[in-house]
C-alpha cells in the first residue's frame, strides 16, 4: 500500500511500538486510505521494531517513520524517556490527530507527546479495566492515564464504554467502533492456505484438519514469569499425558527466562511443538485450526471467538470480561489442576465447547476500522454523518 504524501489531506499519526498494536491500526491505515479524507502516517516507536515490521509486512504495509532507540538497561523509564524525546522532535510536523491503541509504553509515550503539544489524542481500544493496578502491570495504569488526555474515545464494547462513562468521560467523547483485531484477524483469514516456516507447525495444524485436537498456548504476560509459568507448563504436559491424540502449540516468548524455563519443562515433551513466535497469518491459521486455545494474551481473547474457539485465560482477573459474559472464555489462572481439569473436559466433550461460542464474538463484526476512520473524520471536521456504533453480535462465528 502506498500512500500519496504530495497532498493536502490531514496527517494522522497511528503510533505503534508493539505487535499487537501494529496489528490493530493496520487495518485502520487501510480505511483511512480507503476513504481518502486524510493521510496516514505509521509512525513506529522501536519498543519492538522487529515484531511490528513482522506484523506490518503480513498487511503489505511498513512503517513511514521509525525511532532509532538506544537501550541500554531495557527498564520502562529508559523506554519511555527516549520515546517521548524521539515523538517530541518528529511532532513538529504537528499533525492535527494522533491515534494511539491500548495500553502499552508507546501508548503513553505517544500520548504525552501530542498532549504537551495540545494535539487531539484518539484512544483505540479505550475503556478496558482489570480494576487492579498490579495486573496487567503496568498496563492498567497506563490506559487510565491515556483516559485523562484522551479527546476521543474509541472503546470496543459497550462494556468498555460504561467504563469511561462511569469515569465521567462526556458521551459525545465516546464512540463505540468493535475491535480492529476482529477485521484484522479476518482480513488475514479471508487469504487462505498458510505457508508455515516451521515445518512441525504445520504438521500439527494438519492433523487437526484429520480430527485430531490442537491446542494453541501463548503466555507472556509478565505478572505470570516464574513460579506461576511453571504451572502453566506444567499443566500443558500433563494434558498431553492425559490425551494422546492432542497435539500443542506454543510460540516462545523472546524473553531469555521465559526460554529457558518453556525448554526446560517442555523441551523433551512429545506432540508439543514450542517455536518462534508466529508471524500474525500463521497465528491466524494455527487458531482456526485449533480445537481449544489456553493464553494470557489479550488480542487472543478477542480473536478466537471468530473462528469458535473456547479461550482459558490464564490470568486471575481480564480486563476483557465481554469473553467471560458471552461464555466463549473461561478464567483459570496458573492454577495447574484447574487447567487440567478444564481443558479436559472441553477436549472430551463437542457440546461442551460449542455451547460456549454460542453467542458469537462479543468483540467486533469486522468494521471497526471504518468506524474509527468515521469518528476520526468527524473529531477534525471532515464530516457530519453519524457513526452507526458496535452492538455485540449473537451467532457470528467465521467458518
Known amino acids: 500500500m502506498v500512500w500519496n504524501k504530495q497532498g493536502t489531506r490531514p496527517r494522522v499519526w497511528l503510533v505503534m511500538g508493539t505487535r499487537p498494536e501494529a496489528i490493530k491500526l493496520a487495518p485502520v491505515a487501510e480505511a483511512i486510505v480507503a476513504a481518502g479524507r486524510m493521510e496516514p502516517v505509521l509512525v513506529a516507536t522501536g519498543q519492538h521494531p522487529t515484531m511490528v515490521d513482522q506484523a506490518l509486512e503480513t498487511f503489505g504495509v511498513r512503517a513511514d517513520v521509525t525511532l532509532p532507540l538506544h537501550r541500554r538497561d531495557g527498564g520502562q523509564p529508559e523506554l519511555l524517556g527516549q520515546m517521548l524525546t524521539g515523538l517530541d522532535e518528529l511532532a513538529d510536523r504537528e499533525p492535527p490527530a494522533v491515534v494511539v491503541q491500548g495500553d502499552t509504553t508507546t501508548t503513553l509515550a505517544g500520548t504525552l507527546a501530542a498532549f504537551w503539544r495540545r494535539v487531539p489524542v484518539v484512544h483505540l481500544e479505550a475503556g478496558l479495566r482489570s480494576f487492579d493496578l498490579a495486573?496487567?502491570?503496568?498496563?492498567?495504569?497506563?490506559?487510565?492515564?491515556?483516559?485523562?488526555?484522551?479527546?476521543?474515545?474509541?472503546?470496543?464494547?459497550?462494556?468498555?464504554?460504561?467504563?469511561?462513562?462511569?469515569?465521567?468521560?462526556?458521551?459525545?467523547?465516546?464512540?463505540?467502533?468493535?475491535?480492529?483485531?476482529?477485521?484484522?484477524i479476518r482480513a488475514i483469514a479471508d487469504r487462505g492456505a498458510v505457508d508455515y516456516r516451521d515445518e512441525r507447525v504445520a504438521a500439527a495444524v494438519e492433523a487437526a484438519t484429520r480430527g485430531e485436537p490442537l491446542v494453541l498456548v501463548t503466555a507472556h504476560r509478565r505478572e505470570s514469569w516464574g513460579e506461576p509459568l511453571r504451572q502453566v507448563l506444567r499443566a500443558v504436559a500433563e494434558l498431553v499425558a492425559r490425551h494422546p491424540g492432542v497435539h500443542v502449540v506454543l510460540p516462545?516468548?523472546?524473553?531469555?527466562?521465559?526460554?529457558e524455563l518453556v525448554g526446560a519443562e517442555l523441551g523433551d515433551v512429545s506432540r508439543v511443538v514450542v517455536t518462534e513466535p508466529l508471524r500474525y497469518d500463521e497465528l491466524a491459521g494455527a487458531l482456526a485450526a485449533a480445537t481449544l486455545v489456553l493464553s494470557d494474551s489479550g488480542g487472543i481473547q478477542e480473536e478466537a471467538p471468530t473462528f469458535g474457539v473456547p479461550v482459558l485465560v490464564l490470568r486471575e482477573v481480564t480486563e476483557r470480561m465481554e469473553a467471560v459474559h458471552a461464555g466463549c472464555a473461561q478464567l483459570v489462572g496458573t492454577d495447574r489442576e484447574l487447567i487440567v481439569r478444564t481443558a479436559s473436559e472441553l477436549l472430551a466433550d463437542p457440546r461442551a465447547r460449542a455451547a460456549m461460542m454460542s453467542n458469537g464474538n462479543p468483540f467486533g463484526d469486522g468494521k471497526a476500522a471504518s468506524r474509527t476512520e468515521l469518528a476520526l473524520a468527524r473529531l477534525l471536521g471532515l464530516s457530519t454523518e453519524p457513526v452507526e456504533e458496535f452492538a455485540a453480535l449473537s451467532g457470528g462465528v467465521l467458518v
Open 135 to 184: 495486573a496487567p502491570f503496568p498496563e492498567e495504569l497506563n490506559r487510565r492515564l491515556v483516559t485523562q488526555a484522551a479527546s476521543l474515545h474509541l472503546p470496543p464494547t459497550p462494556a468498555a464504554a460504561e467504563n469511561l462513562s462511569r469515569e465521567l468521560v462526556p458521551a459525545e467523547r465516546i464512540v463505540v467502533t468493535g475491535n480492529t483485531s476482529v477485521d484484522a
Open 252 to 259: 516462545a516468548h523472546p524473553n531469555p527466562a521465559v526460554r
